[in-house]
């Protein structure tokens, strides 16, 4: 019998048994041509168990929210103490705004690239939306207008909240940046004159979002924001009392302000992520440091013999 019926029927068998022998993994799309889900009757499928399948997917699998890191690409070179007690007024000593010190250590490579930032404790990306319009119409009597596409919004802000510790990242490093940035603004500096690009306030900011793999292998990105053209234009206010500490009262975040002048988003779906968790789920677990024990020596960085 040739009908929708029986090829949603043959279908939906091929996918269920190539899952159980492992011939149609669970990251492949399943049930290619399902038709009747609706029918009245006996249901072709259970929703719910379909459902459960496709999440026990990779691509389809939740997320978590708290798995992610910042990246500073460059901090600009205006920041320093020479620069910003030049801008600001100081006391005689010399001791307001000496900054080099703190810089040093904040920004140093442990504190900024093995794992992101680390002061950064929150991070709230800005939306994209463009405006709607509908045209009037004279005389249009009960027809209604279509729509029209305005204007797109200027880019949001994006917010960041960096944890507060002993050596202060946003005070010593947020603050003097939101301080050169409003001396030197935002426009184009020369990238060959050295007297103009120390005045480049903007950089660009990455925010990796992780996702998991399989036990006991590290996490991938699963997106990759870039923001372009970013610089800190505010350092909220700070509040310190004597009721209760701060991780307790929840003001151990200072939340900062970034403008940007464009953005993308990226996902990792280039890279073989079928072979890899293949191979991954097979036990050839790629060795991906010189220090890493056990492993597969003969897997490369992909997972890719």
């Known amino acids: 019998m040739d009908n929708p019926f029986s090829k949603a029927i043959a279908s ?6 190539g899952i159980g022998t492992g011939q149609n993994p669970l990251f492949a799309p399943q049930v290619a041509n399902l038709f009747g889900f609706n029918i009245q009757g006996i249901p072709l499928i259970s929703a719910r168990d379909y459902f459960l399948t496709q999440m026990e997917s990779w691509m389809t699998a939740i997320p978590l929210q708290t798995q ?9 070179k205006c920041i320093n103490t020479s620069i910003i007690q030049n801008l600001e007024r100081v006391d005689g000593g010399k001791k307001g705004f000496d900054i080099d010190r703190a810089k040093k250590i904040l920004t140093a490579f442990p504190l900024q690239k093995v794992t992101g930032c680390l002061f950064a404790q929150g ?31 200027n880019p949001g802000t994006l917010t960041f909240d960096f944890l507060e510790t002993n050596t202060s ?23 060959n004159s050295v007297s103009e690009i120390i005045k480049n306030v903007k950089t660009t900011v990455t925010v990796l979002q992780y996702t998991r793999t399989f036990q006991k292998v590290s996490m991938i990105p699963r997106k990759i924001w870039q923001f372009y053209n970013c610089a800190p234009i505010g350092v909220g206010d700070q509040t310190y009392t004597y009721d209760t500490e701060s991780f307790s009262s929840g003001r151990a975040f200072h939340t900062t302000k970034w403008v940007y002048s464009h953005y ?35 897997v490369n960085l992909l997972g890719l013999i």
């Open 169 to 191: 990242f946003t005070d010593f490093v947020i603050r003097p940046w939101v301080i050169a940035g409003s001396h030197f603004g935002f426009v184009a500096r020369d990238p």
């Open 264 to 298: 993308t988003v990226e996902n990792n779906l280039y890279l073989p992520l079928t072979s890899i968790i293949n191979r991954i789920a097979s036990g050839q677990l790629p060795r991906i440091s010189p220090l890493q024990n056990g492993g597969n020596g003969a």
């Open 123 to 153: 991070v709230n990306l800005p939306s994209d939306e463009f405006a709607v319009d509908y045209p009037t119409i004279e005389n249009s009597r009960g027809f209604r207008s279509a729509p029209i596409a305005m204007q797109r919004a």
């Open 12 to 17: 939906l068998g091929q996918n269920l048994v």
């Open 68 to 76: 992610w890191i910042v990246l500073i690409n460059e901090y600009p």
